[in-house]
């Protein structure tokens, strides 16, 4: 029963040495459900143009393509560099492909940028019955 068992542990440490050694694959990293789903974006401090050159703002994932007081802007679209930098829309007004409109009756921006009525804007609807 003796040689047996030596036997039996010299046949398994011959196998276990034989055998080529493989790597093991490290199991791949798990995120939540909401964090599988969200398209991750660099902070805003990571287009900080003051620090860096403003052709930062022309990269990729960039809030805006011009560089305002030190942040990258978009001044399509930003109401307080509307067009170009320090340009600030007044109150009821938003900015629309860099222009300061009034989207409560401007034709051509009616409630939002781009949204056209056929007839009269009033109260930011296109046809409202006042």
Do not use: W
């Not at 039996?8 to 990293?29: D, E, H, R, T």
């Amino acid at each position: 029963m003796r040689k047996a068992t030596i036997f039996l542990m010299a046949l398994a440490l011959a196998l276990a040495l034989a055998a080529p050694l493989q790597a093991v694959a490290a199991p791949p990293l798990r995120r939540s459900r909401f964090l599988a789903n969200a398209n991750l974006s660099p902070p805003a401090s990571f287009y900080d143009c003051s620090k860096k050159p403003p052709s930062i703002c022309l990269q990729p994932g960039s809030p805006g393509q011009t560089c305002c007081k030190g942040n990258c802007v978009d001044t399509d679209y930003n109401t307080q560099h509307c067009g170009n930098c320090n340009r600030t829309c007044k109150y009821p007004q938003a900015c629309c492909q860099g222009k300061c409109v009034n989207t409560f009756t401007d034709e051509k921006n009616c409630g939002g940028c781009g949204v056209r009525c056929r007839t009269k804007c009033t109260n930011g609807y296109c046809d409202y019955a006042a």
